[in-house]
């Protein structure tokens, strides 16, 4: 016990260990969690009106940003599951850098969901949670358990090998099989969430499901390249080109289902026109002089694209950087 | 050497340096929390049970509470009730839009009835003024400014809570701060929401506001006969809604909207009483509720009265 104190102790330490790259990069994020930290305090005591969120728009980016960071969280799963069910070789050592990867975006997507809250005092509320009938209600849960599973696979590891042990199994491949279902779980449970609304009918639609999950098998896989070419360029980490191969090629195949799941949709909602498709028509389109949001669609399904013409092009070597901002459009 | 041991004088007072900088940085962050109302805040409160939970001294204590928070900040001493539903009764709404006139006297005496915030308006009733040859209600408009109504070729449409028997925005709510309470009216403990307005988003009708800031009201509007699951004043990070004012109608009254209505469209009472008003409508005339295809089972129910009409032509 005292000795896992230590190991927290030292990882801590460690984190304050780095070159004066390493120590700009910390600043900066630093500065800007301190920003939000003021916006939110602020937000805190003038209320949610300093979002300019309003009754007719009551979710804004706050809940657009949680449900991205869940998708990124699940995708960690695609480091994890060439691994222990293909013994994929040369990722092996980045499935911990997934599962941290997952622990930061869940840690995230909680901390969005609290600055959503009109009441954050209150959110011992959520140990009395309204189940079975709150996909909200599941999807804390899910979160939670997911959260829960990553933190002890990958502390259980790292400490083995802080401790020069080698792991036994049964206490984390258990885990890991149970954290691949889990993972899958917590973006399906967050679509649900959505499409469960029979008063949206933009939401109200079982294929917002799967291209949740083709979504953040696109997206997720992309961040995590972007940021492994970071790693292998500046620090001695090795990450082999199979490696970013492998990801690449999970990201082409799910950015390949969600732009055909796409298609269906833009097909189904557009050519049947009716009252359905006119959540549709303002995105795409506008309604009237009401077309804010035509702007960010077509450059995000332009971006997707291009991404997809991209990674289809044999010589395209180098890991492409649209990739990961064009599957942001789900 | 471990690096437990080698803190050097100056790597100790650069790390003492860095620290005092980041704890200043934080603070200077958090700074605006200075500005925070706290009179309104208290531990009881925070401690406060599920309304379910409660029992009946606990809630003597919180009306108390309530009462002592509305007169520190109004300077008007309420009277705050825990009004509990009567037995056999279902409440229902039944509205005759051959005879509304879109004056929005609803919307008004709604307001001030139900203590809603003036700063920002926050309204339960919406009227929607449509085109004459069409029931589609994304061709209301709700914004409309004329100097005189009816206009001729519109009708008008007043939406509030439906009080739907299946109702979403309950089913959806994480911590079932919001309900339906047997005589059928939906209703949101404000001490309870923790304001994530997933109710919002799940209500096909547009019936709930969010308190997006501290909603004020004058100290001379202050209507000072409240209840805990209606009009009490709220604060800001909470949902609100229509609750047929419960306040009045668990006492026999009507809603203000229908007091109000100078054309006599509005009509209110207990559906489980066959010879009400409101059941007598449903069974004779041609009623229908909005989006009747989301099954969501409105108790508020539109229909055109005939003999409405027949006023304006001759009589036969």
């Given at each position: 016990m005292k000795e896992y104190g230590r190991f927290l102790w030292r990882c801590f330490r460690l984190s304050f260990v780095g070159d004066w790259r390493y120590y700009s990069w910390m600043l900066l994020l630093t500065v800007v969690a301190l920003f939000g930290l003021n916006a939110w305090s602020k937000q805190f005591v003038h209320g949610l009106i300093t979002t300019g969120m309003t009754d007719q728009v009551s979710w804004g980016l706050y809940i657009s940003n949680f449900t991205y960071l869940v998708g990124m969280a699940a995708a960690a799963v695609m480091l994890v599951i060439p691994v222990y069910i293909y013994k994929h070789k040369g990722l092996h050592d980045l499935v911990i850098f997934g599962e941290l990867f997952a622990v930061a975006a869940i840690i995230m997507c909680m901390l969005f969901v609290m600055v959503d809250l009109g009441r954050p005092d209150r959110f011992l509320h959520l140990l009395r949670l309204n189940l079975p009938s709150s996909m909200l209600g599941w999807d804390v849960i899910v979160l939670n358990g997911y959260l829960f599973l990553n933190l002890h696979i990958c502390g259980y590891l790292i400490y083995c090998s802080y401790r020069k042990r080698k792991p036994t199994w049964k206490f984390y491949i258990p885990f890991v099989f149970i954290a691949i279902v889990w993972a899958i779980s917590i973006h399906t449970v967050t679509a649900f969430l959505l499409v469960g609304l029979g008063g949206r009918p933009f939401w109200n639609n079982p294929i917002i499901v799967p291209r949740f999950i083709a979504s953040a098998f696109s997206a997720g896989p992309a961040f995590i390249i972007l940021t492994l070419q970071v790693i292998r360029r500046f620090s001695d980490y090795k990450v082999t080109n199979s490696a970013l191969g492998l990801l690449r090629t999970i990201v082409t195949i799910a950015l390949t289902i969600n732009q055909f799941l796409l298609i269906s949709e833009l097909f189904t909602e557009l050519y049947s026109g009716t009252a359905h498709s006119i959540s549709l028509n303002y995105l795409l389109f506008g309604l009237g002089d009401k077309n804010a949001l035509v702007g960010w669609i077509w450059p995000a399904m332009i971006f997707n694209t291009v991404a997809l013409f991209l990674l289809y092009i044999p010589a395209s070597k180098t890991m492409i950087g649209p990739t990961s901002l064009a599957s942001c459009s789900s | 050497m471990s690096p437990e041991t080698d803190v050097s004088r100056r790597s100790f007072l650069r790390g003492a340096v860095g620290a005092a900088g980041g704890v200043a940085?934080?603070?200077?962050?958090?700074?605006?929390?200075?500005?925070?109302?706290?009179?309104?805040?208290?531990?009881?409160?925070?401690?406060?049970?599920?309304?379910?939970?409660?029992?009946?001294?606990?809630?003597?204590?919180?009306?108390?509470?309530?009462?002592?928070?509305?007169?520190?900040?109004?300077?008007?001493?309420?009277?705050?009730?825990?009004?509990?539903?009567?037995?056999?009764?279902?409440?229902?709404?039944?509205?005759?839009?051959?005879?509304?006139?879109?004056?929005?006297?609803?919307?008004?005496?709604?307001?001030?009835?139900?203590?809603?915030?003036?700063?920002?308006?926050?309204?339960?009733?919406?009227?929607?003024?449509?085109?004459?040859?069409?029931?589609?209600?994304?061709?209301?408009?709700?914004?409309?400014?004329?100097p005189e109504v009816p206009d001729k070729d519109h009708f008008y449409m007043p939406i509030q809570c439906h009080q739907c028997a299946d109702a979403p925005c309950v089913s959806v709510c994480p911590v079932e701060a919001t309900w339906t309470e047997p005589d059928g009216i939906t209703v949101v403990d404000y001490d309870w929401c923790i304001g994530c307005r997933y109710c919002e988003a799940a209500c096909p009708y547009w019936a709930r506001r969010f308190n997006f800031s501290e909603p004020e009201i004058p100290d001379k509007d202050i209507n000072p006969n409240m209840a805990y699951l209606s009009n009490r004043p709220r604060h800001k990070g909470v949902m609100e809604k229509c609750t047929f004012c419960l306040h009045r109608t668990r006492e026999g009254k009507m809603p203000a909207c229908l007091e109000v209505c100078p054309v006599g469209a509005r009509h209110f009472g207990n559906l489980a009483d066959s010879k009400s008003e409101v059941a007598q409508i449903l069974q004779k005339k041609r009623v229908f509720v909005l989006k009747e295809e989301l099954k969501t089972l409105p108790r508020f129910y539109y229909f055109f009265d005939e003999d409405y009409y027949d006023e304006e032509e001759q009589p036969r």
């Open positions: - | 940085a934080v603070a200077a962050a958090l700074s605006p929390l200075k500005d925070l109302d706290t009179s309104q805040l208290s531990v009881e409160q925070f401690l406060q049970k599920h309304y379910k939970e409660m029992s009946k001294e606990d809630m003597d204590k919180v009306l108390e509470r309530i009462a002592r928070q509305v007169e520190e900040r109004h300077h008007v001493r309420p009277e705050v009730r825990d009004i509990k539903p009567m037995d056999g009764v279902e409440f229902a709404y039944a509205l005759n839009l051959g005879k509304c006139i879109g004056c929005r006297k609803c919307v008004h005496a709604c307001v001030a009835e139900n203590n809603q915030s003036r700063s920002p308006e926050i309204q339960y009733i919406r009227v929607l003024e449509m085109p004459k040859g069409s029931i589609d209600v994304e061709k209301g408009n709700h914004h409309y400014d004329r």
